[in-house]
């Protein structure tokens, strides 16, 4: 008799019958207070497995780029990093589109409280992909990892704002993969513009080097204004 | 912590315990209450504490009345299976085993609690706790090849 075989048999040995006050009970029962590592961990949970696919797929070509020294490794994660803005949006959307339905105690959450803590998380997954991604790349080509994390993100933020803009407009609301759209865009115009437009690239790789820090401070500002219209008028969409 | 199956354990546990289903189910309330009128809260953890205060409830139970050897309800239960045999066949060696050892067993096998709940419920080391359980599993597959 095998362990499995020990259980089945010894749950039907300790038989119960079904309690009748279980639910009357349960029901009058105060609801627990979670704290808010326990609410953003029960949200991780809720994220779909596409979408930490497409997560560790950069995380991924970061490291096999540098690994194999495919050269244009930070020109590409450059690229699909935009998609993780992407993958944010439609999460952010499924809750809105859903009304949490996927949330077992959806009564004790704001739709606004859910769709900020997903921002958060998937805010938290992008900075531990760059993280990652930087030095590693940084390490491999030559360059300060500082410099490649400014030279990934400003894509990044860009696609973030205007995503988050589009989000609240009607053409937004109306389709839930418009960021994907955008964020194919930003990497269509990525790979195009060393191609054709080396002049303005060339201007924009000096711009960066002095001016690049200010440039994502400022993008985050943006962003996170953005972030917080989003959240602000997310309950009026619900 | 999933409250509605934390209360299953606890009720299977207390069932186990009284072989009543009204009162287990009064018994299982009142330890929620009684967590709950102390701690405020619930988290995984605590369910080592729910049933330290099911088995003392338990207790004053036995105390305040004598329990009956075997209930109308278990009898019921059984004619009610599809598996009747069966069933009777592994209640029978499991009666035989010593009390703890059946407690041990609905712990780790029907409530699926870990070694390290079980054993800081119960006051006893990891080591202990896996000895006590390797004894009970063999005493209760002695006690089945004699039964079958």
New interface residues.
Partial sequence: ?N?KE??A?????????E????QS??KS??P??ITMVEFLLQQISYIRISSWIVFLAIVAVAIFGSAFGIGMTEDIVTMIMPFSVAVAMVEVNRSRKYNMAELEMSTRFSLRSVVFARMVILGIVSIIILAISSPVIAGTFGGKALQVAVRVLIPYLITMIICLRVERSTLGRGNGYISVVIAGAMALFISCADSYTPAIIACYRELLADWGLLMVIALFAIAFYEQWKTVKTMEAFA | MDLEKTYDKIYRYVYFKINNRSIAEDITQETFLRFISKKGDFHDSDIRYLYTIARNLCIDEYRRVKPEPLTDEINHSVVDSDNTENRLLVKQALEKLPVEDQELLLLRYVNEESVNTMSKTLGISRFALYRRLKNAEEKLRLNLEVEE
């Fill in positions: 008799m362990k020990l259980k048999m010894l749950n039907d040995a300790f038989y119960a019958p309690p009748e006050e279980k009970f349960l029962f105060p627990r207070r």
